[in-house]
């Protein structure tokens, strides 16, 4: 298998999206230093053959600037997502929360059903590797206060600012 990569650039910072022939695996945290991603992809694709080239990986640059751009609310991407068959259940319900929402980690227990694997959703949702397209970000807690996530509070801030978030309701249960 081959995974093409590169780093795409945002403002002051840059950060590594790597894709296979399936889709878009991995988008990394801003400024991530590129060990992280190095050692997920042995971990995780450890037959691969990692390739960098920017050129296969402008689809997925376009699409993933625009959003960070703020004129883009929506991805068409097709994804190579990499976990349990919990966690796809979960990053697929986290598909489901539309822009500019956020919601709790109980709120998607309850969207797939598993009202009492609230903890369980929440480690589900920490090993997300596709950030900004699996929209882990609109996560928060039970107050509405931000809580963890992979690429550290501050882009996730950036992340919600860009979405001009305020803390509602799951519209879609």
Known sequence: MEVYFTRLNWNDTSFPIAASETGLCYVGALNEPSDLFDDWIRKHLPRAELIEHPRIMQPYQEQLLEYLDGTRTRFSLPLHLIGTPFQLEVWQALCQVPYGVTVTYSDIAQQIYRPSATRAVGTAISKNRVLIVV???????????????????????????????????????
């Open 135 to 173: 929209p882990c970000h609109r996560i928060v807690g039970k107050k509405g206060d931000l809580t963890g996530y992979w690429g550290g509070l501050n882009m996730k801030r950036q992340l919600l600012e860009i979405e001009q978030v305020s803390s509602s309701k799951l519209p879609f249960l």
